[in-house]
């Protein structure tokens, strides 16, 4: 055997090893949260967006941070808002994974999006509140804060939600991938544009 046999095969030089991608995170383990694009730069910074569904309630021991955690588990929270469904975090949690799997299977878009999408078209702009002038009560138009917008198109989504699959066949999976489909096209037949509607039409009367 000779010798040029016997010696051992250069090893790759490490700019020739192709380098691995950090894992990332996906939320209920398959939707991507990076590369989530948004249209209304003044809910941007309350409408976040990460791969955790269940903080554990760790945002209710400081006022406004619920704005710091997932989009997500705030719709899960505001479905968990009814009679029905009160303390059953992990019966919302599978209603929104599965109405998520309903969304990308009609839209074939990631519903992480698709919700972002859905809360900027149903947060209201303007609405009203009432002043007392000398014992009347008169109806004022003003702005709405950023953060309650979010708050309010969320509210309307879990309402939508609730009514569309409430002693009806339609289930609540479907009723809410209905809705958030909808609502991200900006559909005003829809429940959640349509309350945003009406609330920016009677403060528009207001003014």
Same mark, same amino acid.
């Given at each position: 055997m000779s010798a040029d046999e016997d010696a051992p095969e250069p090893e790759?030089?490490?700019d020739e090893v192709p380098e691995e991608e950090p894992a990332r995170a996906e939320l209920f383990g398959e939707w991507s949260v990076t590369n989530i694009e948004y249209s209304d730069p003044s809910t941007e910074r309350y409408i976040t967006v990460t791969p955790i569904a269940h903080t554990m309630g760790r945002h209710s021991n400081k006022q406004f941070q619920k704005s710091e955690i997932s989009v997500v588990e705030r719709?899960?929270?505001?479905?968990?808002q009814t009679d029905e469904n009160t303390g059953k975090k992990q019966l919302a949690t599978s209603i929104v994974s599965d109405a998520f799997d309903i969304v990308h299977e009609r839209t074939e878009e990631n519903p992480v999006q698709v *919700?972002?999408?859905?809360? @900027?078209?149903?947060?209201p702009r303007e609405e009203t509140v009432r002043l007392k002038y000398g014992g009347i009560s008169v109806p004022k138009a003003v702005d709405v804060a950023p953060q309650r917008r979010v708050?309010?198109? *969320?509210?309307?989504?879990? @309402?939508?939600?609730?009514?569309?699959?409430f002693?009806?066949?339609?289930?609540a999976e479907e009723a809410l991938a209905s809705l958030l489909i909808g609502a991200a096209n900006?559909?005003?037949?829809?429940?959640?544009?349509n309350q945003k509607e009406e609330k920016e039409r009677v403060a528009a009367a207001a003014r």
């Open positions: 790759e030089s490490a719709l899960i929270n505001r479905l968990m *919700l972002v999408q859905a809360v @900027e078209n149903s947060a708050d309010q198109a *969320l509210k309307f989504i879990a @309402e939508g939600t609730y009514g569309g699959s002693k009806t066949t339609t289930s900006n559909d005003v037949s829809t429940y959640s544009v």
